[in-house]
């Protein structure tokens, strides 16, 4: 599906310094004061500029990005039907003239297919703050955010109330999406 009205997105994910980390295009689904939620096409191409390599994303993806809070969601739709949550802890994401922009700040939150959540790349994000010079504030308010994102999943707050899946249920009635997930 690729009609004349969707919008194109650029995502850039940059390190504390402002250097370009990863960048990749996405189309854009909704768009909120409060959030974004942008669809991944497969075949996508994913430039990581930190390892400076290229990746070719086989599977969807659906995006969300909070303009507020220090988060983003991404659902990776694997190929066997399975839902593989990745949130990134960052500083909340900008909308920009061509996409969107968010300091990524290392800490992930990742759920597995079997619905375990596990804390990653902590170590990244201890070597990141003496490699970048993080403020006080920033390492406190990043542990902040994990603790509050972690307490939404636990809660079902939003965007984890149900609002994801309905998305994904409106990727497929639209016909983005060739099997449910």
């Known amino acids: ?40 096409r497969p075949g996508r191409v994913l430039r990581h500029h930190t390892r400076n390599q290229t990746f070719i994303c086989d599977t969807p ?52 297919t079997t619905g375990q959540w596990t804390v990653v790349d902590e170590d990244e994000f201890l070597e990141n703050q003496r490699t970048y010079h993080y403020p006080d504030e920033v390492i406190e308010g990043a542990k902040q955010m994990l603790r509050r994102l972690q307490n939404k999943i636990e809660q079902q707050d939003f965007p984890f109330d149900g609002f994801l899946t309905r998305q994904l249920e409106q990727l497929q009635v639209e016909g983005y999406l060739d099997r449910q997930f």
């Open 1 to 40: 599906m690729n009609s004349s009205n969707e919008t194109d997105l650029q995502i850039q994910a940059v390190k504390y310094d402002g250097s370009l980390h990863c960048e990749w295009e996405t189309t854009l689904l909704t768009e909120t004061e409060r959030y974004l939620v942008v669809y991944g």
């Open 61 to 112: 993806s659906l995006e969300y990005y909070d303009l507020q809070d220090g988060y983003t969601v991404n659902l990776d739709l694997e190929q066997d039907g399975q839902v593989r949550y990745y949130c990134n802890i960052c500083l909340p994401t900008e909308r920009t003239a061509s996409g969107l922009r968010f300091v990524d700040l290392d800490l992930d939150l990742v759920r597995d």
